[in-house]
């Protein structure tokens, strides 16, 4: 019997989403104006903990609006993690702000923390904290500095809905949170991102900045006050949000199940290096699980991919180090910076499929061929 090709997610749709997108098209409630968004809204910054929830067309746009909702004069300085997707960088450029690159650790793939501190001058006005791939930054010692400097700090938690640090959901420690429900993460909208606030003023500002900051008078709707964008959710996408929501305690225990069978069959290889299975402070999510290859290794990253793809075997390689972007490159931007540790896994990682539509009998498959490779 042919093998089946095993792409890197295969997302899991429940009855509840059906159920509710069904009940958005009966009633033609189909555009952002629906009552489902709001729904939506209201209860996933519930889960996080937050007071306000603004809803929008994917992650990138919730950073972008996160940013711009903040006031910063131009040039001021934002910390990003050097290793994380480039919508990061892109969202602090669009507003015409400097980013300035912190580099990862090689325990846990997140930004460094003393690294973040060290990096902080009287130009620092923001910090963005992303999560990567299932492990939350070390929050605690970067906070206390931030509220001390009065440093605004902005939480991406696209990768790690769900997640807790030191038992406390990630996503609610920033001033704004952002999330993104695209197909690969815990829940997914198809496309579609979350801000989550308490702050009254950048819940405002972000739902005036989603929608082109229309005019609130009914006779002057078409007078426009600020630069803006058209990045809306669709009723239809929220609807399916409400129901992925209703199953998210299942989806993380079956995400660290995915996480656990892998772990546990690769972790005392010599030739890899994994992250973290768990710290003092988090158990990791495993929104995707990565591999990373050690340098004395004799097959390169890319040909383990190749070989992993003709046993039919989805892969992807992990971000690129900003500092080593093209369109960056060509900005000018970051000459001759050297982010060793987050050039280093751009260079050696990759992750294998996790989605949770995966099943065991597949992850035994990847996991004795990788094994079978890597000797």
Same mark, same amino acid.
């Given at each position: 019997m042919k093998k089946k090709f095993i792409p890197v997610n295969v997302p899991k749709i429940f009855k509840n989403e059906k159920k509710f997108v069904t009940q958005a098209l009966k009633t033609n409630w189909i555009s952002s104006e629906g009552p489902f968004v709001r729904k939506f809204e209201k209860e996933f910054s519930d889960f996080n903990k937050k007071r306000y929830g603004v809803a929008v067309s994917n992650g990138t746009a919730a950073l972008e609006i996160a940013i711009k909702c903040l006031g910063l004069k131009k040039g001021s300085e934002v910390l990003i993690p050097a290793f994380s997707i480039i919508s990061t960088t892109n969202a602090v450029i669009k507003n015409n702000l400097?980013?300035?690159l912190v580099d990862c650790d090689l325990d846990t793939w997140n930004m460094n923390v003393n690294e973040t501190i060290k990096k902080i001058s009287k130009k620092t006005k923001a910090?963005?904290?992303t999560h990567i791939y299932g492990l939350p930054v070390d929050l605690n010692k970067i906070l206390k500095i931030a509220r001390k400097k009065k440093i605004i700090i902005i939480e991406d938690t696209a990768e790690v809905i769900g997640l807790k640090y030191n038992n406390k959901i990630c996503g609610s420690f920033g001033d704004i949170s952002t999330f993104s429900f695209y /197909?690969?993460?815990h829940i997914t909208t198809g496309e579609g991102g979350m801000i989550c606030t308490n702050v009254k003023r950048y819940f405002? !500002?972000?739902k005036s900045f989603r929608n082109l900051s229309f005019s609130k008078s009914y006779f002057d709707r078409f007078n426009h006050s600020e630069i803006s964008w058209n990045y !809306? =959710?669709?009723?239809?996408? /929220? /609807? =399916?949000?409400?129901?992925q929501l209703k199953n998210i305690k &299942?989806?993380?225990? !079956?995400? !660290?199940e995915i996480g656990?069978? @892998? @772990?546990?069959?690769?972790?005392?290889?010599?030739?890899?290096?994994?992250?973290?299975n768990s710290t003092k402070y988090a158990q990791?999510? @495993? &929104?995707?699980?990565?591999?990373?290859?050690k340098n004395n290794i004799a097959i390169s990253k890319k040909e383990m991919m190749k070989k992993l793809l003709r046993k039919k075997i989805g892969t992807r390689p992990f971000f690129l180090s900003m500092n080593k972007q093209k369109i960056y490159k060509k900005l000018g931007l970051f000459k001759n910076i050297k982010m060793p540790n987050s050039e280093y896994l751009s260079k050696n990682g990759f992750y294998l499929p996790s989605g949770i539509g995966i099943k065991n009998q597949e992850i035994n498959y990847i996991i004795k061929n990788l094994l079978k490779i890597l000797s």
């Open positions: 400097k980013p300035v910090i963005i904290i /197909a690969n993460k405002e !500002r972000s !809306r =959710m669709s009723n239809l996408q /929220a /609807a =399916m949000g409400c129901g &299942w989806i993380i225990k !079956r995400k !660290r656990n069978l @892998y @772990y546990k069959s690769l972790k005392n290889n010599k030739n890899i290096i994994l992250q973290k990791n999510i @495993y &929104w995707v699980f990565g591999v990373l290859l």
